[in-house]
Structure formats: structure tokens, C-alpha cells
């Protein structure tokens, strides 16, 4: 697993989405009070490729690089990996950003309608483009991407487009509710899924909840989010 490091002080563990957002870009400014741990996904570039990735093996690949204290924060996939790792982890802290848990509430009938929208995503023969784009409009995310797709982009969504699905992700949440570290749960304010998702975590993390909006399920980019970040993380050193 690539894993770039960027600053100093308290370590932030960032853990990527489907699809890409290696690197954080949006996060970058916090280096200046935060050590940037950002890890690369194995399967994603400049990783091989690999036919199948598993959140279940990929959360012990995170274990991995985990240290005693870390603020762990994940997005979307990298939600679930972040949620199936951290009851084996001794974090400061968690923080997940529309983690598609979908399991957690799966008794709510607008979840089992974005499963159902998603389910034949997983195997297709769609090409790269197609698929990404069909994924990014299901989701609620602003398609953007550049046609054809660059080289390194199109790779990420092979990848993505291998990963085993995460509505079967069983999420421990009485062992994380009684972890002595502390959880955000934020999701973008646009889907009532992923806001149903997120609020069954609420409840059974024992969380803080807050909305993020502005940049749809891509919430690494939405206007706020760094300061949501550094008010949590810093209440949870204290």
C-alpha cells in the first residue's frame, strides 16, 4: 500500500474513496497543524492492479499503518475500511464521510432503492467512462471527468470497478460504540440514503453527526469541511 505523508503534529490518517481522491487535495492546507498520513488503496495507482479488492483485506492493510492515536478519517469506500478496521485500533478518534454501510439500514425502504440501483454496477462489462459515470449520477456526486479519461484515471475506476460490494461489509457497532475514542459521522446534506446510512451510524457509534454541504457525496471537496475536521480532532486531544 503507497502511503504519502505530508507535516507535522497530530496524525491524520486520510483513507480515499472509490474511484480516486489519493492525495486529498482539498486537505493539503491542514499539513500546517497536522501530520497528512494518506494512504493509497491497494489496487489504485501507483499500486498494481489487482482482479478484486476487499474492504475486509484492505482494513487490515490499513492496520498496518495505523499507530496508537491516530485521527482516522474516511471517505465513502474508504469509509468502510476505516469502519471494519477501527475496532481493532487504538485511535484518537474517527471520522467517516458518507460511508455507503449500507447494511446499518438496510431496513429503510430509500436505502434498498440505491442498492438496487447500484447492485448492476457490480460485475459489468461497461467500459470505464460508462461506468463511472453511471456510478458518479447514482451516488449523487457531479460528474466532471475529462473524455476520454486520463491514463491514471482510468486505472483508479478499474479498480473501483473490482471491489467487492459494500452492502455486504458487516459493521461492528457495539464493539465501536464502546471505544473509548470518539466518532463523527457527516454526510453532504444531498441524499436521503446516505443520510439514512448516517444516521443509523449516529445512533449506533454513539456519534456526533454533522451535515457537510456543497460538494454532493464528494464531501472531501465541500466548503467546511477542514474546519469540521480541526474543531473535532482537536477536541478529541484534548
Known amino acids: ?28 492546507e491542514l499539513a500546517d497543524r497536522y501530520t497528512l498520513v494518506m494512504p493509497t488503496r491497494s489496487g489504485y495507482p501507483p499500486n498494481p492492479p489487482q482482479e478484486d ?22 471517505h465513502s469506500y474508504g469509509g468502510v475500511v476505516a469502519l471494519v478496521s ?22 429503510h425502504p430509500v ?20 461506468f463511472l459515470r453511471r456510478f458518479v449520477e447514482t451516488v449523487g456526486a457531479v460528474y466532471n ?3 476520454p479519461l486520463p491514463p491514471g484515471m482510468e486505472a483508479s475506476v478499474r479498480a473501483m470497478m473490482v471491489e467487492r460490494a459494500p452492502w ?17 459521522v457527516v454526510s453532504g446534506g444531498h441524499s436521503e440514503a446516505f443520510d439514512a446510512i448516517c444516521d443509523a451510524l449516529e445512533e449506533g457509534l454513539c456519534a456526533e453527526r454533522r451535515v457537510v454541504g456543497g460538494a454532493g457525496h ?9 474546519e469540521v475536521l480541526s474543531d473535532f480532532v482537536d477536541r478529541a486531544t484534548r
Do not use: Y
Request: aromatic share 4%; glycine share 10%.
Open 168 to 184: 455486504e461489509a458487516v459493521i461492528e457497532l457495539d464493539g465501536l460504540a464502546s471505544a473509548p475514542f470518539p466518532k463523527l
Open 218 to 226: 464528494s464531501i472531501p471537496r465541500a466548503p467546511g469541511l477542514n
Open 53 to 74: 479488492i476487499d474492504f475486509d483485506v484492505q482494513a487490515g492493510e490499513l492496520l498496518e499503518i495505523l499507530e496508537p492515536g491516530d485521527h482516522l478519517v474516511g
Open 145 to 147: 471527468a475529462p473524455s
Open 111 to 130: 436505502v434498498e432503492r440505491l442498492v438496487a440501483k447500484l447492485k448492476p454496477l457490480w460485475p459489468t462489462d461497461l467500459p470505464p467512462e460508462d
Open 86 to 107: 477501527a475496532p481493532h485500533a487504538e485511535l484518537g478518534s474517527l471520522v467517516v464521510l458518507e460511508p455507503p454501510a449500507f447494511r446499518v439500514a438496510r431496513d
Open 1 to 28: 500500500m503507497h502511503v504519502e505523508t505530508l507535516g507535522s503534529g497530530p496524525r491524520l490518517v486520510l483513507v480515499h474513496g472509490s474511484g480516486g481522491n489519493a492525495g486529498w487535495p482539498s486537505q493539503q
